[in-house]
């Protein structure tokens, strides 16, 4: 291989001689060819005079580089790299002046190829990624004990080399290096901006990287670095994708990195086998390093490598703690066989609850059974939640809940206080997944059991009334709500001179209330708000700016306590913009959207997302731009169909906007079928009887009505009378539904066979 690549060079050599290419003169070295170029020196491929088979990588001071300044930095660069001796780590040979002047420093040649390149090419496993990246984790850390900063890892930067049938990792390019410690020799030198403005790469720099420019950074900058190398070797592809950082101001670039949170490794990778590796242990590890906040990051790149190689060797690691039933969950997984996984589960399940039934005579070991129980549960959830991301596996999800659902009886006949701790899991479960009377049945059970034992200060209770409280805001009378919000914010944590809680949950409810007008008024109670004009039996009307400005009130009172861009303070923003739609008619639309755009960087906050698309779809339609509108549904619906689950509320909602829009143009043939759908997938979400049914329902029927369609009616009360059997209820809209089918048959019959005189 050396010979031959001597070969190619002496030709190659030979040819742009011929073509007068010059290139620098430097004592003891001839140069063959020019291998590359970085912010502060051009390298290129050379060889001492006299020793032929000893080709060397030689680094010479760009020509525009000729400051002071320049060449002590190009020195410092240099002096870091004489300190460290590492086998990951090229070493310098020699160093000089070149015939101009400038300096150079030779190290010895890398026939290398880029990491991920030399991994895909030799088709590695990733146990077989993450042994050559421990190499690279290896001499990282043996460069941060002795003060230097790389702040430029990336797959260019990290050569792997075949020596003698094995292959070895080659660190390269320390010239943006950067010492830690202020007492070192040339450490100013190391210290200072970058020549050229050049900090890093991009796609590879830490958040703080970014914000400071190349004065910031340290050891846990270059572990960001190392969990973005990490996530491409595991997945084939960039956390943070290049067209995306490319241009951005180093203050936007920050931002970006902070905000955005890439998918987990197995939900990123193409590969089902893959995926199935990284579940678990390795997508905490890898989003650990990527954690934007540097305090939560691994604090060094030996903690980051001491959970590689427990991981490896089937060890419980720091980024994902080990409970005793995470141990069991680890060994189910090693069966790499989901059916056996999922048995595991309602087993342990099984075995939790009767040690729960032993233990029950003693309150405390109750309360840790219960603790046990669901936070196995919570493991076995958040190890499906990646498939469920991207859509698939929600049918196996689904049956898991109802599962664990229906045995909830027997939790509470054994172990109440368990059992409620269960109830919790589920009802957050069902709860997320947009099923929100099963979330809110189980929810209301779990405090009805819990509040025997505990007061609401209780967190497990409390974080039940929560949910509950959630579940029922969209109630016609919101009765329920004010009863559950009243107790949530009654146990709240209150701030100096704050005239409402504070704490996260509290401002969560807070949020919920700006629905429908329940916005808080004298002290906890939530009332009707009082500038909303009755008068008999009419309905409310809003008086619009008298509700802004309470809205505005509570929104800066949830910003103050959990951040402007806190789920809770998204949620008060969309919920008060999509209010004033229906008294502006539509033109607070331009907020909604501009907070669609700034969630679209936030994906754990998806389901926001979700619900100011959904305000954006009517504020569209009452506007009148069906254009807009009809633009805005194909890019946004299929997206968030495939993250939230398309039986999502948000996703019916948008897709019931749509057909209040075709039947708005008359077009009663599309609107009927998108209504069909719609509803069907609403009576198995929120129930036959539920309260967004019965408003799809309400419409429906209006539509069928008007276009006399009996076909679409009969199938409307199959399908109804369908679902009723299903969920074992009673089908209170039957009589009227067989009416309307006989009213609409007696219509067309009528206008086929019309009576004589």
Known sequence: MLNELIGAVQATSGELSASHVRFPALPRYEILSRLGEGAHGIVYLARPLGAIQRLCAVKILRTELDSPNAVRRFEAEQAALAELDHPAIIAINDAGVTDDGRPFFAMPFVDGQPLTTACETMGHSIDERLELLLQVFAGVAHAHQRGILHRDLKPGNVLAERIEGEWRVRIIDWGIARALDRSRVLAAELRTDSLVGTIGTPEFMSPEQASGGASRGHVRSDVWSLGVLCYML??????????????????????????????????????????????????????????????????????????????????????????????????????????????????????????????????????????????????????????????????????????????????????????????????????????????????????????????????????????????????????????????????????????????????????????????????????????????????????????????????????????????????????????????????TVSELLAEVERLRLLPQLVAQRGSASVAVTLGLALAGRNADFATFVDAELPDLAAQLGPDHSSVLGIRFNRACQCAGRGEFAAAIEEGLEVTRRCRRVDGPQGAMTAWTLQYLRSWIDASADVDAAERLLAEYLEDCALSECQPVEEPSLRADVDRLRGQHDAKISPSRP
């Open 234 to 587: 595991l997945t084939r592809t960039l956390p943070f994708s290049r067209d995306d950082v490319r241009g951005l101001s180093p203050a936007g670039l920050a931002r970006y990195l902070r905000e955005y949170r890439p998918a987990l490794p197995s939900r990123a990778s193409s590969l089902a086998g893959d995926a199935m590796r990284l579940r678990g242990d390795l997508d905490a590890i890898v989003m650990k390093a990527l954690d934007p906040d540097p305090e939560r990051r691994y604090q060094s790149v030996d903690a980051f490598r001491d959970d590689i190689v427990a991981s490896l060797a089937g060890c419980p690691i720091s980024a994902r703690p080990e409970g005793s039933l995470r141990q069991i969950a680890r060994l189910a997984k090693r069966h790499r066989t989901l059916a056996v996984a999922l048995s595991t589960v309602v087993l342990t399940l099984g075995v939790t609850t009767t040690v729960a039934t032993r233990a029950a005579l003693r309150a405390r070991e109750s309360a840790q059974s219960a603790e046990i129980s669901a936070a196995f549960l919570e493991d076995i959830l958040e190890g499906l939640e990646p498939s469920l991301a991207k859509g698939r596996d929600r049918t196996l999800l689904l049956d898991v809940l109802r599962t664990a659902t229906d045995r909830l009886p027997l939790y509470d006949a054994r172990d109440p206080i368990g059992a409620s701790r269960i109830r919790l899991t589920l009802a957050s479960a069902w709860r997320t997944l947009g099923f929100r009377a099963d979330a809110h049945v189980i929810a209301q059970a779990g405090v009805a059991q819990l509040e025997q034992f505990a007061d609401d200060t209780d967190p497990i209770l409390r974080a039940l009334l929560v949910v509950a409280a959630r579940t029922s805001a969209r109630e016609p009378d919101g009765a329920a709500f004010r009863l559950l919000a009243r107790r949530v914010l009654a146990s709240g944590t209150f701030g100096p001179e704050s005239p409402w809680p504070i704490d996260r949950e509290s401002c969560s409810i807070l949020a919920v209330g700006l629905r429908d007008f329940l916005v808080p008024e004298a002290g906890l109670d939530f009332v009707r708000h009082p500038l909303v004009e009755t008068s008999g039996e009419q309905q409310p009307s809003a008086a619009g700016g008298d509700f802004d400005r309470a809205a505005r009130k509570v929104i800066a009172h949830i910003e103050q306590a959990c951040g402007a861009e806190s789920q809770s303070a998204f949620e008060a923003r969309i919920l008060a913009a999509r209010h004033r739609l229906d008294y502006s008619r539509g033109a």
